[in-house]
């Protein structure tokens, strides 16, 4: 079992910069790809960012490249990402999950947080 906390989500003005945590209890964390997913209101969950179990590896939505970035630090039992350059569509509840599989798709995770809010302002 793995539990996910998120936290370090808020409001921000379009332009500015935030940085989502997602703790993890369990001592397996390191052996789980992680991903991160939005969900705005009215639409379905998309895809972020996800990244491999030893964070050599890590994909991101077409929509977010260039302005956001994963990483994971085993020790901690946490994941991040950094979201820059944000944008009123960035908002959105954020979840982290994790799973088995590197993959961008929600079935490929089998844990998953309970969100965290971000909203961007234009």
């Known amino acids: 079992q793995v539990q996910l906390v998120e936290s370090g989500g808020g409001l921000v003005q379009a332009g500015g910069s935030l940085r989502l945590s997602c703790a993890a209890s369990?001592?397996?964390?390191?052996?789980?790809?992680m991903g991160w997913f939005r969900q705005a209101p009215g639409k379905e969950r998309e895809f972020v960012a996800a990244i491999s179990w030893s964070g050599g590896n890590t994909y991101y939505a077409d929509s977010v490249k260039g302005r956001f970035t994963i990483s994971r630090d085993n020790a901690k039992n946490t994941v991040y990402l950094q979201m820059n350059s944000l944008k009123p569509e960035d908002t959105a509840v954020y979840y982290c999950?994790?799973?088995?599989?590197?993959?961008?798709?929600?079935?490929?995770?089998?844990?998953w947080g309970q969100g965290t809010q971000v909203t961007v302002s234009s």
């Open positions: 369990g001592r397996t964390f390191s052996s789980y790809a």
């Open positions: 999950a994790a799973g088995p599989l590197y993959s961008d798709h929600p079935n490929g995770y089998d844990y």
